[in-house]
């Protein structure tokens, strides 16, 4: 197998078992991430089981390359991945941002906190940004439906569009959601991503992706929130 096929290229966005069956067979594979990498959890999106994947040569799978999103995760798996070359995908910085703002859903019920939405969308309309939210892809619940409705805002609600799509072509100036990769994509990209939640369990984890440093707090930050809304009046 080996000597016909040793200058094929795998990629694979999470074919473990294909994966190691390719690595074991000495042909070239490549992990495509699909969001941040570092911790793993249930398929129903609990919190309170995510832990903190283990990441060493002899624990991780001998992948030729891993693309990441962050100079973080490259820093850090780096740092224990010594055979594998990791790739930060590469992101060019917006320029012409309008005064938008878009809201990213999460996907449990307990992240649908109707007060403080109300309070964002209160201090974005004021400051005559437009509000755009995007329904999480598995969402089975009303609220974002109801809420977005009810305080007429525009929802995208197409599962097959991602985050780094929508903030590509509504080139907002901000956006805002719980702990996710849409906000390091906008950070990557020049947009200011602000983190709803000031308590959040993956902000444990002190290899994965730093939320607390690489993103504006909704509680905590926002009087330099309204100074931003204020000097783009």
Same mark, same amino acid.
């Given at each position: ?32 991430? &699909? ?7 249930? !398929?129903?999106? %609990? ?13 991780? /799978? ?14 850090? +798996? ?20 309008? /005064? ?11 992240? =649908?906190?109707?007060?403080? +939405? ?5 201090? =974005?309309?004021?400051?005559? =940004? ?5 329904? &999480? ?10 809420? @977005? ?9 197409? !599962? ?13 100036? =901000?956006?805002?959601?719980? /702990?996710?990769? %849409?906000? @390091? ?9 602000? @983190?709803? !939640?000031? &308590? &959040? !369990? +993956? +902000? ?26 204020? %000097?783009?009046?």
């Amino acid at each position: 197998m080996t000597g016909k096929l040793s200058n094929i290229n795998i990629y694979t966005g999470g074919a473990e078992l294909a994966s190691l069956t390719a690595i074991k067979n000495s042909l070239a594979t490549h992990y495509i991430s &699909h969001g941040l990498l570092g911790l793993t959890g249930p !398929p129903d999106g %609990s919190l309170v089981e995510f832990v903190e994947i283990e990441v060493s040569d002899e624990s991780y /799978p001998g992948y030729s390359s891993i693309y990441v999103y962050s100079d973080h995760e490259k820093r850090y +798996f780096s740092s224990r991945l010594h055979n594998t070359k990791i790739i930060t995908y590469p992101f060019e910085t917006l320029i012409d941002l309008q /005064p938008i703002v878009i809201l990213f859903f999460e996907v449990v019920d307990e992240f =649908f906190d109707v007060d403080r +939405f109300e309070q964002i969308v209160k201090l =974005f309309k004021k400051n005559n =940004f437009k509000i755009i939210a995007k329904e &999480h892809p598995t969402n089975e619940s009303k609220f974002p439906v109801e809420f @977005c409705r009810d305080n007429e805002i525009e929802l995208i609600q197409e !599962p097959g569009i991602t985050a780094y799509e929508i903030i590509r072509k509504e080139q907002p100036m =901000f956006t805002l959601g719980w /702990p996710s990769t %849409s906000l @390091c994509e906008s950070l990557n990209l020049g947009v200011i991503p602000i @983190c709803i !939640p000031d &308590h &959040h !369990p +993956f +902000f444990r984890f002190q290899n994965f992706y730093p939320f607390q440093s690489k993103t504006l707090s909704w509680s905590k930050d926002l009087l330099e929130i309204e100074r931003l809304l204020f %000097s783009q009046q």
